[in-house]
């Protein structure tokens, strides 16, 4: 609100807001309670709330004077005034400070206080329920202060308190997740291997910095296979961290053959409610030993059969989650190569072989394992759509749709390719402009 419609609205304009109020207190003066009928107590309670709103108002705007006082060194702080001439508790008001604070931020909701429209809580709620949120979370919150508005002018404060309480949750665990998936691919991105040799000791020395996702992964599949060579004749006596070096070197032998081989015991532990409908205040979402790891990352892994999901409903009884229901069925991947060569996404050259399956409607949102809810996607833009938000959409032709977390389409068009388009060549990502995907 600028200076000169606060002034404005202080004065001159407001005679026909101050007419209501005069009228409203000879109501209540004159009125004859005793022997008052339930229409007329009805009435006696809108004129007594509308003044009691506007009272409020006038309080906003002194708070707000005494601020400026206070500011220039001539007054106290408003919540002392407040508590010493305004006859208010010390609790009382501070928040009366803070629906101050509410008002300079909206506006609208204090010409709607001084109108009568809003009450008192509305605004306490506002301030309650922005109370810890982030600037940018709160911005999103108060983003449309007219539906803000009507919402609080159509709801008693209770449920308005109840609604704006629950939008802000949401507001805060999508922004808290988004940073949580920022931060994985981050640790992602600075994953890396360094070897060198020790010149002293003439040792070859490997380091690798992992994100604790693969990290995890590699760990689970050098204990795997920790057990196959411990069994060995002649090895149960070896010291572990040898056996434990042997099974490395045996495993990335394989070469090729590792991802079959792999026999992988990976399991995060994520509590029902979670998955299906997100982050909430009691949320566990984590590898077994402790690592938070993203809500939209453990949606990932269910679409994989490497990864076990233990599903933990009230904190502790496991669900059962199979691998049958979750992941497709061989039948179904040798379905699904017969139409996919390469990944689904529109630009990608990977080979279906080393594609992951994915649910479009997720199998924790009910998605069924079925071949017309189930695409290939390559790591990148299997990440791409959990982690990056994106959204797919697949109809019966097996025609696609790509659309950006901002709601823009940025593909519609076939997702299949057994038959190589000509436009494009075989499978070759060159001149066919950028792919729909942030690049990594
Ligand atoms: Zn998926
Ligand atoms: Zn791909």
New binding site residues.
């Given amino acids: 609100m600028t200076e000169a419609q606060r002034s404005h609205s202080a004065t001159g304009g407001d005679e026909l807001l101050i007419g209501r109020m005069l009228r409203a207190v000879e109501r209540l003066a004159s009125a004859n309670v005793d022997t008052a009928d339930l229409a007329t107590l009805n009435e006696l309670l809108d004129s007594s709330r509308r003044l009691r709103s506007w009272v409020s108002s006038v309080e906003v705007k002194v708070t707000r004077r005494t601020n400026e006082l206070h500011r220039a060194g001539s007054a106290g702080a408003p919540e002392g005034l407040l508590a010493d001439r305004g006859g208010q508790s010390a609790a009382d008001a501070k928040v009366a400070a803070e629906r101050a604070d509410v008002c300079d931020e909206m506006p609208l909701f204090e010409s709607a206080l001084a109108q009568g429209t809003i009450d008192n809580g509305h605004l306490d709620a506002i301030a309650r329920a922005t109370k810890g949120m982030s600037d940018a979370a709160k911005a999103e919150l108060l983003s449309d202060e007219e539906a803000l508005l009507a919402s609080a002018a159509g709801s008693n404060v209770d449920r308005f308190t109840r609604n704006l309480r629950n939008k802000a949750r949401d507001i805060t665990a999508a922004h808290d997740r988004a940073a949580e998936a920022d931060k994985l691919s981050r640790q992602r991105r600075n994953s890396r291997i360094r070897s060198w040799i020790d010149h002293d000791t003439g040792m070859g020395k490997t380091l690798l910095e992992l994100d604790p996702l693969r990290h995890a992964e590699l760990h689970a599949a050098i204990e795997a296979h920790l057990a196959t060579v411990r069994q060995r004749d002649g090895h149960g006596d070896l010291p572990l961290d040898q056996l434990r070096l042997d099974a490395v070197i045996e495993l990335v032998g394989t070469g090729g053959t590792l991802a079959e081989r792999r026999i992988p015991e990976v399991s995060v532990v994520v509590d029902w409610r979670t998955l299906a409908e997100g982050v909430h205040g009691t949320t566990l979402c984590e590898t077994r030993s402790g690592i938070p790891l993203p809500v939209q990352t453990v949606q990932r892994l269910c679409c994989e059969a490497e990864v076990l999901p233990v599903v933990l409903r009230n904190g502790a009884e496991v669900l059962h989650v199979g691998r049958s229901h979750r992941t497709a069925t061989r039948a179904q991947r040798r379905a699904l190569a017969a139409v996919h060569r390469?990944?689904?996404?529109p630009?990608?050259?990977?080979s279906f072989e080393h594609?992951q399956i994915h649910h479009i409607v997720p199998w924790e949102r009910g998605g069924a394992t079925d071949l017309d809810n189930l695409v290939p996607?390559?790591?990148?833009?299997?990440h791409?759509v959990h982690e990056g938000l994106w959204t797919i959409h697949l109809r019966d032709d097996r025609s696609m749709r790509w659309v950006q977390p901002n709601g823009e389409t940025c593909f519609d068009g076939p997702s299949t390719d057994r038959v190589p388009r000509e436009s494009e060549g075989f499978g070759v990502l060159v001149g066919s402009g950028p792919?729909p995907g942030r690049s990594r």
């Avoid at 390469?342 to 996404?345: G, I, L, Q």
């Avoid at 630009?347 to 990977?350: E, K, Y």
């Avoid at 996607?377 to 299997?382: G, I, Y």
């Fill in positions: 390469t990944c689904a996404h630009h990608c050259a990977v594609c996607l390559c790591s990148r833009h299997h791409l792919p």
